[in-house]
């Protein structure tokens, strides 16, 4: 991929493809050491996150769901149609430049994330669809992200030829290896599941720092544009969106695991995001933007957990007033 860097007055080249930048992206000269680093590190985030997501499925639960696919249908269709929606509605009321849109818009475009399976749990969803859904989406997305980026690029001028598809596609291939390699080793080796997972963790937590480390040095003369009005809105509204809507969908749709759904429509794979941005494209060409899935997992954590504790209250009040009826078989809305 041939890029040079956009600025004011200067056009940045994507595959052959010209884009006028308005000096959002700033100036990032990352050593090569450094950012070979960086790549490395982010790879390997991804790779321990999906192997231990891959740990906590199992093959039968798999084949239930999708032998009964309406849950897993009715999410899919709102985490690729809301979220891809929202990112582009977003894009075109705040006026984002054409770097900018191509980062909220592979945000938007991405399958669900692994923490949707830990908040689906907080508010009591259906883990099994969860889990499921998670996997499936990022499947889906190998076809589905690049063709809603493609398609939502058209509405950028200059951007439809700047999405690196190649390099998204990659990256969700050797997304579903790791998660492949969990699923096996949860499937014929069951008593090494808890292990690879602790293990994993404990690599993950390790490696995430010293990648914010690193990541704080390659971008401290040009974090501050990252903080930008425009992303921190977006980066606010969009879960909140995602969220909301999920859980219409899923009303409207009849489909009993409302809570779940929308937990899964609202979380974003953020480690996923982050790959694509970082290894996809240049410093030089993405700037410190690569840092906006930071921004997005911050505000989504904040929310989804504040829709946690509502729903812990709601619990909490609704309990003195339900009587026997709680010994009663319900739906887990």
């Given at each position: 991929?041939?890029?040079?860097?956009?600025?004011?007055?200067?056009?940045?080249?994507?595959?052959?493809?010209?884009?006028?930048?308005?000096?959002?992206?700033?100036?990032?000269?990352?050593?090569?050491?450094?950012?070979?680093?960086?790549?490395?590190l982010t790879?390997?985030?991804?790779?321990?996150?999906?192997?231990?997501?891959?740990?906590?499925?199992?093959?039968?639960?798999?084949?239930?769901?999708?032998?009964k696919?309406?849950?897993?249908?009715?999410?899919?269709?709102?985490?690729?149609?809301?979220?891809?929606?929202?990112?582009?509605?977003?894009?075109?009321?705040?006026?984002?430049?054409?770097?900018?849109?191509?980062?909220?818009l592979?945000?938007?475009?991405?399958?669900?994330?692994?923490?949707?399976?830990?908040?689906?749990?907080?508010?009591?969803?259906?883990?099994?669809?969860?889990?499921?859904?998670?996997?499936?989406?990022?499947?889906?997305?190998?076809?589905?992200?690049?063709?809603?980026?493609?398609?939502?690029?058209?509405?950028?001028?200059?951007?439809?030829?700047?999405?690196?598809?190649?390099?998204?596609?990659?990256?969700?291939?050797?997304?579903l290896?790791?998660?492949?390699?969990?699923?096996?080793?949860?499937?014929?080796?069951?008593?090494?599941?808890?292990?690879?997972?602790?293990?994993?963790?404990?690599?993950?937590?390790?490696?995430?720092i010293?990648?914010?480390?690193?990541?704080?040095?390659?971008?401290?003369?040009?974090?501050?544009?990252?903080?930008?009005?425009d992303?921190?809105?977006?980066?606010?509204?969009?879960?909140?969106?995602?969220?909301?809507?999920?859980?219409?969908v899923?009303?409207?749709?009849?489909?009993?695991?409302?809570?779940?759904?929308?937990?899964?429509?609202?979380?974003?794979n953020?480690?996923?995001?982050?790959?694509?941005?970082?290894?996809?494209?240049?410093?030089?060409?993405?700037?410190?933007?690569?840092?906006?899935?930071?921004?997005y997992i911050?505000?989504?954590?904040?929310?989804?957990?504040?829709?946690?504790?509502?729903?812990?209250?709601?619990?909490?009040?609704?309990?003195?007033?339900?009587?026997?009826?709680?010994?009663?078989?319900?739906?887990?809305?």
């Amino acid at each position: 991929m041939n890029e040079t860097t956009g600025y004011v007055g200067i056009t940045t080249t994507y595959n052959g493809s010209n884009i006028t930048g308005n000096g959002s992206t700033g100036i990032l000269i990352i050593p090569k050491p450094l950012n070979i680093a960086i790549n490395i590190l982010t790879v390997i985030i991804l790779f321990i996150t999906m192997i231990s997501l891959g740990c906590t499925m199992e093959i039968s639960k798999i084949r239930a769901h999708l032998l009964k696919p309406k849950g897993v249908a009715i999410a899919l269709l709102a985490q690729f149609c809301v979220m891809p929606l929202t990112a582009f509605s977003l894009t075109k009321i705040y006026q984002m430049d054409p770097i900018k849109a191509i980062t909220v818009l592979i945000c938007g475009c991405c399958p669900g994330g692994s923490l949707s399976n830990i908040f689906s749990f907080s508010v009591k969803g259906d883990m099994n669809l969860s889990i499921v859904m998670t996997t499936c989406s990022s499947i889906a997305a190998l076809v589905l992200m690049p063709l809603l980026l493609y398609i939502f690029s058209h509405g950028f001028t200059g951007v439809k030829n700047a999405v690196p598809y190649v390099g998204i596609i990659t990256t969700l291939v050797f997304t579903l290896v790791p998660c492949a390699v969990g699923i096996l080793i949860n499937h014929y080796k069951p008593n090494y599941s808890s292990t690879v997972t602790k293990v994993g963790l404990s690599i993950l937590i390790i490696a995430t720092i010293v990648l914010s480390v690193l990541s704080g040095l390659a971008v401290k003369d040009v974090m501050w544009m990252i903080l930008m009005p425009d992303l921190l809105a977006v980066a606010a509204l969009m879960p909140l969106i995602g969220f909301t809507l999920g859980y219409v969908v899923s009303v409207i749709c009849g489909l009993c695991p409302r809570r779940t759904i929308s937990m899964e429509t609202g979380c974003q794979n953020i480690q996923l995001c982050t790959t694509i941005l970082k290894v996809a494209f240049s410093p030089q060409a993405i700037g410190p933007l690569f840092l906006f899935p930071l921004l997005y997992i911050t505000f989504q954590c904040a929310e989804a957990l504040l829709l946690v504790l509502c729903f812990k209250c709601y619990q909490t009040v609704r309990a003195p007033h339900r009587g026997y009826v709680m010994q009663q078989p319900s739906c887990s809305c």
